[in-house]
């Protein structure tokens, strides 16, 4: 029957999880119970990849092993540095480098012979490869800017460590905590394209490498991954043509123009993540430059306000605002996916494990619409 047939699998469950919920009418996302509000004002990220992998948080002994060893494994090979190397100097999108650097990690794994359903050690790969990428994407931006890589400071976390290596100095406490936060509100959100796509691949008991390479791949398209590009291309179009940005957004919207970063397949109301980087955009905006949040809040308040999108559904999402954050924090905008996909790692290597503990092949069917009972030809015939 046609109502059985469901398009992008709306709607359709396919597996249950402890990891995260959405509340897409009360605007609520949850970690393993926790209120992404109290977690990414709390925690850091460190403490909430421990929490994904390990379903608690951790103690303080926990947390100081778990952080030694993902800043023990933040080294990348010579070959991995010599492929950026490579795929900078032909102008390869960051994407595309990423998903071959992740690709590459497996080449120098200590447990490469484990067997596929060893999920502890598993787990110990989703590590490593968590702990490499910040070290791989920075290295290839590095050498996009003809300038050699620096090496990963033991001292500093996660967050704070890639943006060191990224631009070759320490980030305040400031831009450190909002970079925490921006990779806290990006960890997780249930059984989205890019991770059902590490589920996919993990169902037929592939390893961890090849799904989070998967992962890559799916979030690299525009209709999942790239918004926060899009809406700072925006903000630079505003920026650059003098307008006033009420003129101007008044003026797209009688133009038909679609408002990158409004909307979401799951959410009706205002996106929780959008908050809180709304916030930290602010905070930014007032240890510098004000323009970008002057201009995103007036958006925001047009299409809100004057345009009612929220009564029909159509709110402000997380790209709204993470892509301002990251610009303020001196990232390159076609580095802002990349940085979603090191993020999100830890939420496709969670998930793949949980379904893997107990794990059926995911085969769903497609119904056949073409034609029926054709006559061979031969092909002298044809």
């Known amino acids: 029957m046609a109502d059985d047939l469901k398009k992008g699998l709306e709607g359709v469950l396919v597996a249950e999880s402890e990891l995260s919920s959405i509340d897409g009418d009360a605007g609520r996302l949850v970690y393993r119970g926790y209120s992404i509000e109290d977690l990414a004002e709390e925690a850091t990220y460190e403490e909430v990849l421990y929490l994904l992998w390990h379903g608690h948080l951790p103690t303080t002994a926990e947390l100081e092993e778990f952080s030694a060893a993902l800043t023990d494994e933040r080294e990348v090979s010579e070959d991995v540095l010599a492929t950026m190397e490579r795929l900078a100097a032909a102008d390869e999108a960051p994407m595309a480098a990423l998903r071959t650097a992740v690709s590459m990690f497996s080449a120098t794994e200590p447990e490469d012979d484990a067997e596929p359903d060893d999920l502890e050690a598993s787990l110990r790969k989703g590590r490593r490869i968590t702990a490499k990428i910040p ?6 931006e590095r050498y996009r800017l003809d300038e050699e890589p620096i090496d990963p400071d033991p001292d500093l976390g996660l967050a704070a460590n890639f ?18 936060q921006a990779l806290i509100l990006h960890a997780d959100h249930g059984l989205n394209a890019s991770t059902f796509t590490s589920m996919v691949i993990g169902s037929t008991m592939a390893d961890i490498y090849s799904a989070v390479t998967g992962g890559i791949a799916a979030l690299s398209g525009p209709l999942h991954g790239g918004a926060n590009q899009d809406v700072m291309e925006v903000l630079f179009e505003i920026d650059e043509s003098g307008k006033d940005p009420l003129e101007w957004v008044e003026g797209a919207t009688e133009e038909g123009r679609r408002i990158p970063g409004f909307g979401h397949r799951v959410y009706n109301v205002k996106d929780p993540r959008a908050k809180i980087l709304q916030r930290r955009s602010e905070e930014l905006a007032e240890n510098g430059d004000d323009k970008w949040y002057e201009i995103t809040t007036t958006i925001e308040e047009y299409l ?38 090191m993020s999100r790692a830890g939420g496709w290597i969670a998930h793949t494990l949980e379904y893997q503990e107990d794990n ?21 015939d044809r």
Do not use: C
């Open 360 to 380: 059926r092949l995911i085969r769903p069917r497609g119904r056949y619409t073409g034609p029926e009972d054709q006559e061979f030809v031969a092909l002298e």
């Open 163 to 180: 943006l060191y290596m990224l631009t070759g100095e320490e980030p305040d406490d400031v831009h450190a905590e909002t970079f925490d």
């Open 135 to 140: 070290t791989a994407l920075a290295a290839f």
């Open 304 to 341: 809100t306000e004057e345009k009612g999108l929220v009564e029909k559904g159509i709110a402000p999402n997380v790209d709204f605002y993470s892509g301002s954050v990251y610009y303020q924090l001196g990232i390159p905008i076609d580095m802002y996916t990349p940085i979603f996909a």
